[in-house]
């Protein structure tokens, strides 16, 4: 089953002369449960791209389809509920918020949609980051690798149906972002959560099951490389 549909998916930045077209006419499916990365050079529209299947940009033209929903077809207050439900966006540099405790950040998807927090499911998934003793701190009390694992765990609290993750190790060492990864690929391999992955690093990029390769604003490669 594919849970993301791209069709003819474009996106120009700006106008006239000075006008950028950072995605052009880009179409591909992903099938439930798949781990894709995306690589590509500096500016090739990769961010461009994670951010129109995450719902956070308007494309200017084409559709993205996830679980079957037109979601740009959906009105802003519409988008905005099947992001937190649906989509489980990553990012480099964590975007947590910095006057709520760890608790409050993971839990912010559910709070804002007045959704109630299933208890064994939150003390699940903070078990499984080693989160237990961090859950009243501040974000700025914790190392990096801490707080990407907070901002996995804000990701995955509605159990979307698509985690989104740009450069998610971008900002740690070695150590840290090996271990990111594992949680990643457990939750995926686990409970069959599709994951996309933006990397610059090989060695990420040879631990999915397919790899999309952009250049130019187009899919210049689609390997698959674990059927
Ligand atoms: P990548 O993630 O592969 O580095 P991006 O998607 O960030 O690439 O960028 C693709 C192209 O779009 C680049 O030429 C970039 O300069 C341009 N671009 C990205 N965001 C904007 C923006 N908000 N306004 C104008 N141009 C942008
Ligand atoms: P890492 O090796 O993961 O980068 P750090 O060296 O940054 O970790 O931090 C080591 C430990 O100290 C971690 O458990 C982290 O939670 C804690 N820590 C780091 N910065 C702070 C801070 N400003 N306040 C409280 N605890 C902190």
New binding site residues.
């Given amino acids: 089953m594919n849970i993301l549909e791209v069709k003819n998916l474009s996106k120009v ?2 106008e006239g002369e000075t006008a ?1 077209r ?1 995605l052009d006419d880009v179409s591909f499916t992903v099938k439930k449960g798949e781990f894709v990365c995306i690589i ?10 994670l951010h129109l299947l995450g719902g956070v940009d308007q494309p200017t033209s084409g559709k993205v389809f996830i679980d079957r929903t037109d979601i740009y077809d959906l009105n802003e207050t519409q988008l905005a509920i099947f992001r937190r439900r649906q989509i489980g966006l990553i990012y480099q540099f964590y975007n947590l918020i910095p006057i709520l405790t760890v608790e409050e950040n993971m839990q912010l998807p559910m709070l804002l949609d007045e959704q109630r927090v299933d208890t064994k499911q939150f003390n699940n998934i903070v078990d499984i980051l080693g989160l237990e003793k961090r859950l009243s701190h501040l974000p700025n009390q914790l190392s990096g690798g801490q707080q990407q694992r907070v901002s996995i765990g804000r990701a995955l609290i509605s159990n979307p149906a698509l985690m989104l993750a740009d450069e998610p190790t971008g900002n740690l060492d070695s150590k840290n972002s090996e271990d990111i990864m594992e949680l990643l690929k457990m939750f995926n391999k686990t409970y069959n959560q599709t994951l996309i992955v ?1 990397t610059h690093d090989e060695r990420i990029a040879l631990q999915a099951d397919r790899i999309i390769s ?1 250049e130019d ?1 187009k899919i210049a490669k689609d390997e698959v490389i674990r059927p």
């Fill in positions: 930045y700006g950028v950072a590509g050079p500096s500016g090739s529209g990769k961010s461009t791209l933006i952009i604003g």
